[in-house]
């Protein structure tokens, strides 16, 4: 029990959200609980992580889903830990919502992408098909954002490029989307920055500057690819070989990386399998496992393509988010920080006592 780790849960105390010393201390090691420093309610040190509230041992659900997140099928795992299938689905989705929980703070923060591609695959469901939609990194191999949607529009690439245009730095950009037209606008709309010039009314919003567009598309034939066309939307060809030379290296600009995304993703989700009898009965179940899948291939599975990094090096340790490979109960365990407390927001001046909260844990002088 480490309290400088985690923090304190409850959404009304100052200390909400921040780890170190003196943000929680210990209420009893003997049923494992923390104790909030302002707020002074205890919490389990379970909280926020998938054991919460769990009556099987952690070490089952550990083990159950260390086999489900590269795919072992559902079925097995209940004959071999003697669980209810319901059950084991459950904690399936469980460490789905955890890893989701879990990509926003550490995958999704702003960084200079380099070179991101993007490109969408079709579900088969009962009745008709799901888009599902992926976006990486590509120095790294690291999976940062995916978006769902049962019609394939415009809406949907908005979701997927405003989630990237989020997590980027206004840094030399190489977008390397498919070639659905709704991807080239939904780009270009969230790569903009408004121009300051002191005048009344709304700002004009002028397109990054170091921003290419350069779409990879696939011809196909008889189910097999017959050739590779490679448009150019935004920037000029130099610009786009220098940035596609700093992110993947010698070569051309193929699809090859998000398809090996795929190929990773259709291997540990039966409901992707090529001309399977596996369906996605429930749309909903479907983030749930692309987020246990998508985080443990980001922070416990070591890419060979990145043993020049370091030897055993995940995606994620390439890019600097971590400091070592994650197994995955340790994922699984990790404590998800809930957001920041916020000075509450009144008419008139704030009192005298919360001028001293606002300056202890926010930093707020004012």
């Not at 978006?147 to 950009?173: H, I, K, N, Q, Y």
């Not at 709704?182 to 300051?196: D, G, N």
């Not at 990054?208 to 000029?236: F, K, M």
Request: with cysteine; proline share 10%; net charge positive.
């Amino acid at each position: 029990m480490d309290p400088t780790t985690t923090c304190c849960p409850n959404m009304a105390c100052p200390a909400s959200g921040q780890t170190g010393p003196g943000n929680i201390g210990l209420h009893s090691r003997q049923d494992r609980r923390f104790l909030g420093p302002q707020c002074r309610k205890p919490c389990a040190t379970t909280y926020g992580t998938v054991f919460y509230r769990l009556r099987p041992a952690s070490d089952l659900v550990a083990l159950l889903s260390t086999l489900l997140a590269p795919g072992g099928p559902v079925p097995a795992m209940v004959v071999a830990c003697g669980c209810d299938e319901r059950t084991g689905a459950g904690w399936r989705a469980r460490a789905g919502r955890q890893g989701q929980a879990g990509q926003e703070p550490l995958v999704e923060p702003l960084r200079d992408l380099g070179q991101g591609p993007a490109d969408e695959r079709r579900v088969k469901r009962p009745g008709g098909l799901v888009w599902m939609a992926r976006a990486m990194m590509v120095s790294p191999r690291l999976w940062r954002a995916g978006a769902g949607s049962e019609p394939r529009d415009m809406t949907w690439s908005r979701r997927l490029s405003g989630r990237g245009r989020a997590g980027a730095l206004p840094r030399p950009l190489l977008w390397c989307p498919a070639g659905l037209c709704s991807y080239i606008r939904a780009l270009r709309e969230p790569l903009r920055e408004p121009v300051r010039t002191g005048a009344h009314g709304r700002p004009r919003l002028r397109p990054w500057r170091t921003v290419c567009i350069a779409p990879v598309v696939q011809r196909s034939a008889q189910r097999r690819v017959v050739a590779v066309d490679r448009r150019l939307v935004e920037g000029t060809p130099a610009r786009v070989e220098t940035r596609r030379r700093r992110a993947q290296g010698a070569g051309v600009s193929t699809p090859a990386d998000i398809e090996r995304l795929h190929a990773t993703f259709r291997a540990r989700l039966a409901a992707l399998t090529r001309r399977g009898r596996a369906l996605a009965r429930r749309t909903r179940t479907l983030p749930q496992g692309r987020y246990l899948s998508g985080t443990v291939d980001n922070c416990c599975t070591p890419h060979t393509r990145l043993a020049h990094a370091g030897g055993q090096t995940p995606p994620a340790m390439a890019a600097g988010i971590t400091d070592h490979c994650w197994s995955v109960p340790e994922r699984l365990s990790s404590h998800v920080p809930p957001p920041r407390w916020r000075p509450p927001q009144h008419r008139g001046r704030p009192s005298h006592a919360l001028k001293r909260l606002a300056k202890r844990w926010c930093g707020d002088h004012g």
